[in-house]
């Protein structure tokens, strides 16, 4: 499809990216004033994973030892009753913990087909079982007691080897039962044993083992900041830690931190505010529409359909969220096949709707005006923005009415996946448009749940920053055979981003040290490239 974009081999996009060399004080206006890096806002999608002990009774949520032995709900004193011995505690619960059937290879694979950027796994929830061989978590860890085996570096390992996504992890700082966090509770916060001695330990131990690129933290209401010494370990995150300049973290820090401070923002689980927001943000949300674990008792009614699923990714990216899509794996390791049906949807609507997404910006309007479900981003190419309308319902007239963008006799307009004929439309005034939906055959639409029209050429109604990153494309001829691509000019530190337009993933790069990158080129099945005669890539985050 011709987008009349001028192809040079590196075409520079008037926008500048600054990474200052400073160091973060342990504050929040100090740590909130660093940049994120530009990987996680061109990301877009990203996994969530639950899973811990609370996978082998699967009953009703992830809180059932608190819903057992905390608030004592009837439904789960009542299923103890009936299925297991008076004498049983949560603890019994790990030894059936096995993972026999987790193959991290195997979730990779599925993760990448999803179309994500990253992935976050549940490292220890409240329960306080760590899924990796803590020395902070004696007898109550993932090779102590269970599987036998690091769960976390299982799956760390195939992410980073296998695919090009990023890899994060989840953490909760409370544990409901540990007998020195209680201790400190009682004493009013005024002690910090448990924050001393077990829990802070540990997000040092993953950060330094694992080296995640996003530290998602939870389970920290109920004490002030100061009490988790939260400051300082971002502080530590940001200035020291082996990921500094890659690491993204979220809000939730401390009482009264969460939609205020941190590195992005969730407010709330699932949230989702239907609107433009000053500060980036995610929607943490899960496809299991009552619980973030895996349920054995569920219904298939209570899981979002992949209509459900690609809507609430398109209203996030739409006002400038990313959507981090939750799935509860089972006790014995496996992705149910619901869950792994709607990951492979979602993948295969990314994959004809990707320009759409990744790397985009909220434009102007997140809406439309006049037709009901249509949502825009945009994306800036060199000095043309191009504006996607996104339809989540496939029109049954011959016309619709777009009450926002404004076209010119220049302006066009195409059927994203349907590119071999211009759509017409009628330009409306005193702003508006009218377009003549293609007659298609409903077999031989692009795709079956959302429908994107891209319009190149619109008018602006005010001037508006797409991006403070500089954009290079470089274009090559002849693809390499040895899997690595050398490029001398370009100066990209690690927080830098690139892609392989027409690819679903992020491309992973190496700044070398006499100047320029290595590129890591992705491998390709025979017929799969993106082109057959010149790879364009697309590179953020270029210094002058």
Same mark, same amino acid.
């Given at each position: 499809?011709?987008?009349?974009?001028?192809?040079?081999?590196?075409?520079?996009?008037?926008?500048?990216?600054?990474?200052?060399?400073?160091?973060?004080?342990?504050?929040?206006?100090?740590?909130?004033?660093?940049?994120?890096?530009?990987?996680?806002?061109?990301?877009?999608?990203?996994?969530?994973?639950?899973?811990?002990?609370?996978?082998?009774?699967?009953?009703?949520?992830?809180?059932?030892?608190?819903?057992?032995?905390?608030?004592?709900?009837?439904?789960?004193?009542?299923?103890?009753?009936?299925?297991?011995?008076?004498?049983?505690?949560?603890?019994?619960?790990?030894?059936?913990?096995?993972?026999?059937?987790?193959?991290?290879?195997?979730?990779?694979?599925?993760?990448?087909?999803?179309?994500?950027?990253?992935?976050?796994?549940?490292?220890?929830?409240?329960?306080?079982?760590?899924?990796?061989?803590?020395?902070?978590?004696?007898?109550?860890?993932?090779?102590?007691?269970?599987?036998?085996?690091?769960?976390?570096?299982?799956?760390?390992?195939?992410?980073?080897?296998?695919?090009?996504?990023?890899?994060?992890?989840?953490?909760?700082?409370?544990?409901?039962?540990?007998?020195?966090?209680?201790?400190?509770?009682?004493?009013?916060?005024?002690?910090?044993?448990?924050?001393?001695?077990?829990?802070?330990?540990?997000?040092?131990?993953?950060?330094?083992?694992?080296?995640?690129?996003?530290?998602?933290?939870?389970?920290?209401?109920?004490? /002030?900041? =100061? #009490?988790? %010494?939260? !400051?300082?370990?971002?502080?530590?995150? *940001?200035?020291?830690?082996?990921?500094?300049?890659?690491?993204?973290?979220?809000?939730?820090?401390?009482?009264?931190?969460?939609?205020?401070?941190?590195?992005?923002?969730?407010?709330?689980?699932?949230?989702?505010?239907?609107?433009?927001?000053?500060?980036?943000?995610?929607?943490?949300?899960?496809?299991?529409?009552?619980?973030?674990?895996?349920?054995?008792?569920?219904?298939?009614?209570?899981?979002?359909?992949?209509?459900?699923?690609?809507?609430?990714?398109?209203?996030?990216?739409?006002?400038?969220?990313?959507?981090?899509?939750?799935?509860?794996?089972?006790?014995?390791?496996?992705?149910?096949?619901?869950?792994?049906?709607?990951?492979?949807?979602?993948?295969?609507?990314?994959?004809?709707?990707?320009?759409?997404?990744?790397?985009?910006? /909220?434009? =102007? #309007?997140? %809406?439309? !005006?006049?037709?009901?479900?249509?949502? *825009?981003?945009?994306?800036?190419?060199?000095?043309?923005?191009?504006?996607?309308?996104?339809?989540?319902?496939?029109?049954?007239?011959?016309?619709?009415?777009?009450?926002?963008?404004?076209?010119?006799?220049?302006?066009?307009?195409?059927?994203?996946?349907?590119?071999?004929?211009?759509?017409?439309?009628?330009?409306?005034?005193?702003?508006?448009?009218?377009?003549?939906?293609?007659?298609?055959?409903?077999?031989?639409?692009?795709?079956?749940?959302?429908?994107?029209?891209?319009?190149?050429?619109?008018?602006?109604?005010?001037?508006?920053?797409?991006?403070?990153?500089?954009?290079?494309?470089?274009?090559?001829?002849?693809?390499?055979?040895?899997?690595?691509?050398?490029?001398?000019?370009?100066?990209?530190?690690?927080?830098?981003?690139?892609?392989?337009?027409? #690819?679903?993933?992020?491309?992973?790069?190496?700044?070398?040290?006499?100047?320029?990158?290595?590129?890591?080129?992705?491998?390709?099945?025979?017929?799969?490239?993106?082109?057959?005669?010149?790879?364009?890539?697309?590179?953020?985050?270029?210094?002058?």
């Amino acid at each position: 499809m011709a987008r009349n974009i001028v192809t040079v081999t590196f075409i520079l996009c008037l926008i500048l990216f600054s990474a200052l060399s400073v160091r973060y004080e342990p504050n929040w206006d100090s740590l909130d004033s660093r940049p994120l890096p530009p990987w996680y806002d061109a990301a877009k999608v990203g996994i969530f994973i639950h899973w811990g002990v609370f996978s082998v009774p699967s009953f009703e949520s992830e809180w059932f030892w608190w819903d057992w032995e905390g608030v004592k709900t009837n439904s789960a004193v009542e299923f103890m009753k009936a299925n297991y011995p008076p004498d049983f505690t949560y603890a019994d619960f790990a030894k059936d913990f096995r993972a026999e059937f987790f193959n991290a290879s195997e979730w990779a694979e599925i993760f990448q087909a999803s179309g994500a950027q990253y992935v976050v796994l549940t490292s220890k929830h409240h329960e306080g079982y760590t899924n990796w061989p803590s020395v902070f978590s004696f007898n109550w860890n993932s090779k102590d007691v269970g599987p036998a085996r690091d769960l976390v570096g299982e799956l760390a390992t195939a992410i980073r080897n296998q695919t090009d996504m990023f890899f994060g992890l989840y953490h909760s700082l409370f544990e409901w039962f540990h007998p020195q966090y209680l201790q400190d509770k009682a004493n009013k916060w005024q002690t910090q044993k448990f924050v001393e001695s077990k829990t802070m330990l540990e997000l040092y131990e993953i950060v330094n083992r694992y080296k995640p690129d996003v530290i998602w933290s939870d389970g920290d209401w109920e004490a /002030p900041d =100061t #009490y988790w %010494n939260s !400051t300082n370990f971002i502080a530590w995150l *940001y200035n020291d830690s082996p990921v500094k300049e890659n690491v993204v973290t979220n809000d939730r820090w401390g009482q009264g931190v969460m939609c205020k401070h941190g590195g992005f923002l969730t407010c709330s689980d699932r949230y989702n505010p239907g609107k433009l927001q000053k500060r980036k943000w995610e929607n943490a949300m899960t496809i299991d529409k009552q619980s973030w674990g895996y349920r054995r008792n569920t219904k298939l009614s209570e899981f979002l359909t992949t209509d459900e699923l690609i809507g609430t990714l398109v209203e996030t990216v739409s006002c400038g969220g990313n959507i981090l899509v939750n799935v509860g794996p089972t006790s014995d390791g496996k992705i149910i096949p619901v869950f792994e049906e709607r990951l492979r949807e979602m993948g295969q609507w990314l994959k004809i709707n990707s320009e759409a997404i990744y790397g985009s910006h /909220p434009w =102007t #309007y997140q %809406n439309d !005006t006049i037709t009901p479900n249509v949502w *825009y981003t945009a994306v800036k190419i060199s000095m043309e923005q191009m504006l996607y309308a996104i339809f989540l319902d496939w029109p049954t007239n011959k016309t619709v009415h777009l009450g926002i963008p404004k076209t010119a006799e220049w302006t066009t307009v195409y059927l994203v996946g349907h590119e071999d004929k211009p759509v017409n439309f009628t330009t409306l005034h005193p702003q508006g448009v009218l377009l003549e939906i293609p007659q298609i055959p409903t077999e031989e639409l692009p795709c079956q749940w959302a429908w994107t029209f891209v319009f190149q050429g619109v008018l602006q109604y005010t001037k508006l920053t797409i991006s403070t990153t500089t954009a290079i494309y470089a274009i090559v001829l002849d693809w390499p055979t040895n899997g690595t691509l050398r490029l001398g000019a370009p100066k990209l530190d690690n927080t830098g981003v690139i892609y392989l337009l027409g #690819y679903q993933q992020q491309v992973k790069f190496k700044p070398e040290a006499q100047g320029g990158i290595t590129i890591q080129l992705p491998v390709f099945a025979d017929g799969k490239m993106p082109c057959k005669y010149a790879w364009a890539f697309r590179m953020l985050g270029v210094q002058n």
